[in-house]
């Protein structure tokens, strides 16, 4: 079943992956479209392979941003949503501004950042983390908020201190939602990164070389940038799932794995399999 399951999460993806490479090209063929305005899936990879060395550094950059941007917004929105949960004035007070925060459109922060910081890796990072952080910070504090307060009463009766009654009920409760911000998060970096890009490069960048394309009418080039940024988001993406694969053994085990021929006790004691 374990194999079958493998399978068919490996196989699945791969052949829809390859359905859409298909529809790309028969859209091409069967409509006739020109070669400056859209190009085919094999123009593009092209176009990608022969500019290598030249896109790899800016490819290598845009990673760069993302992953430092994506790192600061995780970071931040644990712990607004932490704070939040624990502190509910701080709760009614922040979170409508937190709401605010994302109201106002991502490129109309661009130039004051810009005018701030200067055109180096921070507005980027600032950009990416400010995306990141509202999904992951909102998962956070529902998940923290909506904990099992039953577990919680039994843990503080049985004598359990605060600070291990959240990082044995709270935290493994928590780690779902947090995944799931993350994950959206994940998605969304590259964009900030991109629109970073635009806003405060001052020399060469993926985004800026993707414009330049635009401007010589290179669909091949305009296609295959798409497809790196595309590429870095969906790696992104696919990190996340795995780390939440390793991070919650639980949702695919109903029961701990024996990595000894004893299984310890409450009490601290251990019992050998067989014993009676």
Request: charged share 10%.
């Amino acid at each position: 079943m374990n194999r079958f399951k493998i399978f068919r999460n490996l196989v699945v993806p791969v052949i829809s992956f390859s359905a859409l490479i298909g529809l790309w090209e028969l859209i091409i063929l069967w409509g006739h479209v020109q070669g400056y305005l859209a190009p085919t899936p094999l123009a593009a990879w092209e176009a990608i392979s022969s500019n290598w060395s030249t896109l790899w550094p800016l490819t290598s950059w845009t990673i760069k941003e993302t992953v430092w941007g994506f790192g600061a917004g995780a970071v931040i929105g644990i712990l607004f949503g932490v704070l939040m949960s624990k502190l509910r004035f701080l709760q009614r007070s922040l979170y409508p501004v937190l709401v605010v925060t994302q109201a106002v459109p991502i490129v109309a922060i661009a130039s004051p950042l810009v005018l701030l910081m200067g055109f180096n890796l921070g507005p980027k990072v600032v950009i990416v983390a400010w995306i990141v952080f509202f999904p992951v910070t909102v998962n956070v504090l529902d998940g923290l908020n909506h904990v099992d307060h039953d577990l919680i009463t039994l843990a503080r009766v049985l004598g359990a201190r605060p600070w291990r009654t959240f990082f044995l009920i709270e935290v493994p409760a928590t780690i779902t939602p947090l995944f799931s911000g993350l994950k959206i998060g994940a998605t969304y970096a590259v964009t900030g990164a991109v629109i970073g890009e635009m806003a405060a490069s001052s020399g060469q960048s993926l985004a800026l070389y993707q414009h330049t394309q635009i401007g010589q009418l290179n669909s091949a080039g305009v296609y295959g940038t798409t497809i790196l940024m595309t590429a870095i988001g969906m790696s992104w993406f696919l990190l996340m799932i795995t780390l939440e694969h390793l991070c919650t053994p639980w949702l695919r085990r109903s029961v701990a794995r024996r990595w000894s021929r004893g299984a310890r006790t409450l009490d601290n004691t251990y019992v050998v399999k067989g014993a009676k």
